[in-house]
Every structure is written in structure tokens, then in C-alpha cells.
């Protein structure tokens, strides 16, 4: 009993950790990205500096158009093909 | 070895101009910091053995004279097209003297990047820290001292689009250069280079150290670009922006044509003319040929210039890149990338620097495309054309005739590219849209003016010779007597050597519906320049008066008849006939030559092949179509 209300406690204080591709990450929410899976557009996005570690943030999104991010001072628009390639972790 | 001269590695106690390069990321304020430092000074030129324009200059600051540079934007020194490998070569091969590294104090962590980078090279480098107001604005500030001891270099505030916003980094700059030619030591420190993640680390050290944000909030560059981006209003706001642009360009144009024409026609050649009335032959070759040929040059440069003007208004305020995104699903239906908008914007000015700014593409295949679309572009050149037809023969709308010619040459441009990349151009590869956004800014009134005059003398420079060289031929042409007992430089037209070469092709636009002689003329000295056709048509019909309205009115009357003949009564649709073949035939000698140093002889040749065959199918559909429709 004391144990199941101190798990219950910990999962109501303790600030959950979420992980998704860049294309699920809700509008103006701060990530840090763990992984960009684009193999061939690798040396593209590390040049505009989305690589592991990166603070990112989507300001605007239309899966048919194009998102439009922040990535540490820079902003961006990528498709979506790449966007689902870009892995991020936010709390 | 030294790419240029090809000297041995130069050393920093040479004798020749000490060399600055300016080096920075795209968009950070380095051309507008060129343009500041040495105003109309620079030339712009392709670096030897290359196709790449560079800018330089030669300046003297506090009695130190030295070269500066302004080199391609890079990413990194990992190049991605081949303005980024010209200047990582230059760089790396030719070791300028000193290397100023531009950096976007809004922007740093990028930046600072590629610092790194070249601090790596062993070269002496200045840090000139930019848009710090922008920075500022975004709650960013910079604590300059702090960020100079973390990267181990000299870092100076420069504000290139104040008035003296530059003068503390002029002065460094001298006063480094000084101190480099005392320095008998070898200035080349040699560290070993870092890996990607060391250098990370390094650049977020020192940002920890050297900046502060206070709170971050959405900025006016974000709330805008919610708007320009959108999907639907971005589109539309493009095609005003467009509309505006050409408008523009059409309504400040036209009385400083008019004025050009009156100038030479009342004020140059009257007392030539009387000088020379005792030689037909000179006077004719000096007046008709020489004056007439530079008169036209001048009257279409109002039109590129205001082109030219409003073109780098675009670009220097940050909206370029919006359109570039914008543009990127129709782009992306002819399978290009959404940058390839700028070479085609470009193009809408003059075809010449168009093929040229193909350089920023980085697939080869993606800038052969594009190069040989660019011919499909309506160049002011054409759109003077426009305006002289559409304003003879369609009266109050001409305006549209003329916008309508435009989205015509856009949807050439979409088509003809697709069909490029189904056809000889295969395997140009799908890159995924990724465009990064500046920040706008206010245009400069200093760059917007030199950046504009560059072109305008690049466009002189390539293609005024041969605009000369047409009317002077023309008029040679027109010299010698063909038939009837005529004298060298006393022939009818029609009995000319040109009126002879204009029947033998018009016959070729008889299903096009213009098989006017005149007119078959008119578009072959068009194929050389299109500035020459409305000077040809007026030659072709020995129209001459010193009041240039005069001029377009007894033109226009002849022409009418002329259309009206050779259509059989539709005029209309013959017009709209002439108007595409214009649009889509090869723009000009220029061009082509443009091409052939960008992408070889073999899709030079190719391209004009395909341009023509193009226009002729076009223009006979317009006219048979037209014919039962109007």
C-alpha cells in the first residue's frame, strides 16, 4: 500500500519524458533531438545544425507544405519526409 | 599550389597586395559588409580556371593597401556545391593573408562552427560580429570580450547597414595587416584539427561563456512568416509580390526610355549627321549603325536596371528565401529543388547572370535543368517587346496581355523541366525540401544600388559588344543591293541583302500566322539580342523621326496593316502568335554563350534546337486554335 502510493506519487510529481519523431512534436514545444535517421541528407541538416543534441521546436506545420522550425538560433522549413526522420525527446 | 597564379603557397612577407578574404555562412551580412567597406569600388569577376564570380576590391585604409574578397557563402569546409568548393579552395590552396569570419550574432552556434573550422586552417582570422540588433531584439546579447578570449581571436562589432558601421573594423584590418608585414615570424600557428564533436563542444563552451538570452519570445521575423509560408496566402502573396515587381518595372521604365530615345535622336545625331552628309555611306554606317545600335543598349537599361533594383530589394530583405519555400511544391512538380527560384527570378531580368547563379545548386543535374530552362524566362529584354506589341494592338489591355505573357514563360519554365528530367536529363536526385529562413531585415539603399549596378554592368560587359556588333551587321546587310539598280548604302530595305535573308525565312511562320518579312526580320536579329527587334521592325520599315512616339505611332499603324495581311484577318490571334515565339525562342547570343561555358557546347547547341522547335509548335497551335476561337 505505502509502496503502490509512493509509485502513484512519483507518476503524478515527476515530469514525463516523451519520445516521437519531429513530425508528432506538438507546436512550440522545446526538444532536444536524439537521432536524424536521413541518411543521405545527413551532411544537409548537420550543415543548418540539426544533429544530435540540437534544442528544436516546431513553430508551424503542413505535412503538405513543409514545417517550420527552430533549431537552436536558425529557422528552418523541411518537408515531412524529413521531419519523421528527426527523432527528439521532450519533458 | 595557388589556384589563381599558380604560384607556390603564398607566405605572409610577400611583396605583392596583402588579401582579405570575407568568409561567412550564407545570409550573414558579408556581401552587405563588402559592399559597405568598399562601395562602387569592387569588380566582380570569375576566379581564374572557374565559372564562379568572386568579388574584389582593392583598398587603402590608414595608408595600408590590401585586396579583400567577398567569397561564395559556405556551410562548413565540407563543401555541398561548387561555390562552397571554390571557396574552401581558395581557402585552403591560396592562404589568403587574413580571413575575416563573419558571424551572425543572432545566429552564433552556427557560425561559430565554421570559426573553428578555419581556425583550424592556421590563418590569421578578425571575427566581425554582425546584426548584433537583430540579436538583441530576439533578447540575445553578446558580451564581445568574453567570446574574443574564448575563441583566441580578435572579435569587432560591425553594423554594415549604418553608415559607419564598418570604420573600427576598416582600422583593425589595416592595422592587423601593418603588424602582419612587421611580423617576421611565420604567422601560421599549426593546430591539430578537432573532430566534429570536439568542435561542438567547443562552440557551445564557448556560448555558455560569451552569451545571455533574457526571455525568449516569438519574434517579428516568426509572426510574419506565419503568413508568407502559409500554403495558400503565401502563393498568393507571391504573385503580388510578382505582379508588383513587373508593374513597376513596366510604369518607371517607360519616360526614361522615352527620354534616352528623344536625347540621342534630337540631341546626338543631328550635328553628326550634318558632319558627315557628304559621305552617305559613313553617315549611314556611323548613325543607322553605330548610334543606333548603342541607342538601343540605352534605352533598355532603365527597364534591368528597376528590374535589377527591386530584384536585390527582395533578396537583401529576407523575403527570397520565404519564396523559395513557397515555390517549392510547384518547383518540386518539375523536379527541382525549391531554390532553384532564384536562378529564374533571376532570369526575369536578364538570362545572362541567370545561368550563372545555377552555381548555388548543388546537383549538377538540378543546375543543367535549371540552366537550360532560364531561356524560358520573359527577360526585361522580351518585356519591352511586350509592352511595344501588346500596347499597339491591344490598347487599355496590355497590362494583362503582358502579365499573361509572364504566367505563360512560368508555365514553359514548369513544363520544360519536367520534361528535361523525364526525358535527357535522368536521375536528378529528389532532394527533400530544407531552406533556411534569415531573418528580414531593411534593405540597404547602399547595396540594393551596387548590387543592382554590378549586374547592370556584367549584363553591358557580356552582351553589350554583341548588341553593337547586331545593329552594325544589320545595317551592313541592309547596305548591300540585292536587286534593282541600287548603291551600296542607298538601298531600298526589301532590296537589301537582310531583305532578301527575311523573305527567305518568313515563309517558316505562314502557320503561325506572321509571315510578314518585316517581322521574319525582326526575329532573326531577335535570335542575336531581343533589344534589337523593335529597332529592326522600325529600320525594316524606314521609320525615322526624332520623336520616338511618332516613331511607335507610324510603326504601330505599319504593323497592324502588316499582321492584318499576313493572318487574313486574325490579327489577334496572329499577335498572341508573334507574343509566344517570342517568349520561348532563344532569348539571346549571351545566353547561349552563358551556357555553353556553364554546362559545354553539346547542351548549348541542344538547347537553342529545342528552344526553336518549341516556339514554332506553340506559336502555330496559338494562331490555328486562336483563329477559331476569336
Known sequence: MIYATLLLRKSLFTPMVRYMDLSALELNTMAIVTKVGHKREENRLRSVGIRVGARIQVLDRTSSHGYRVKVDDTRLVLSHELAQTIDCIYR | MCSSCGQTKHSANK????????????????????????????????????????????????????????LPGISSLAPISPDEK???DILVEDDPDLIVAIVDASNMARCLYLVCQLKELGTPIIVALTMSDIASGRGINVDIDALSRGLGVRVVSALPRSKNGTVELEEILAETLTQLNLDSTDPHESNLPLDEDQRINFVSDILATSVTRTNERSTFSDRVDHFLTAPILGVVILLGVLWVVFQSTTSFAAPFQDWIASFISGVVTPPIESALSSIPWLKGLIVDGLISGVGTLLTFLPVMSIMFLLLSLLEDSGYMAR??????RLMRFAGLPGKALLPLLVGFGCNVPAVSATRSLSDARHRLIVGLTVPFTACSARLAVYIFVAGIFFGPNAGTVVFAMYLVSITLVI???????????????????????????????????TDAWLRVKGFLREAGGIVIITVVAMWVLMAIPISGNNQFANTPVEQSAYGAIAKGISPIFAPAGFADWHTAGALATGFVAKEVVI?????????????????????????KKDFERSSSGNTSAAVLAFLIFLTAYTPCVATVAAQRREFGTKWAVAGVGLQLAIAWLLAVAVFQIGRLLF
Open chain 2, 15 to 70: 611583396t605583392q597586395t596583402p588579401v582579405v578574404a570575407l568568409v561567412g555562412r550564407p545570409n550573414v551580412g558579408k556581401s552587405t559588409l563588402f559592399s559597405r567597406i568598399t562601395g562602387l569600388h569592387r569588380k566582380m569577376g570569375n576566379w581564374p580556371a572557374t565559372t564562379v564570380e568572386v568579388g574584389s576590391a582593392d583598398i587603402v585604409v590608414n595608408g595600408q593597401e590590401f585586396r579583400i574578397l567577398d
Open chain 2, 86 to 88: 571554390l571557396t574552401r
Open chain 2, 323 to 328: 519564396a523559395a519555400v513557397v515555390s517549392d
Open chain 2, 415 to 449: 513544363l520544360f523541366a519536367l520534361f528535361l528530367r523525364l526525358t535527357f536529363i535522368k536521375g536528378a536526385t529528389r532532394e527533400p525540401l530544407l531552406i533556411e529562413l534569415p531573418p528580414y531585415r531593411l534593405p540597404t539603399t547602399t547595396f540594393i544600388v
Open chain 2, 535 to 559: 529597332s529592326s521592325w522600325a529600320q525594316n520599315y524606314a521609320v525615322d523621326s526624332p520623336n520616338r512616339k511618332l516613331v511607335i505611332s507610324d510603326l504601330g499603324k505599319k504593323l
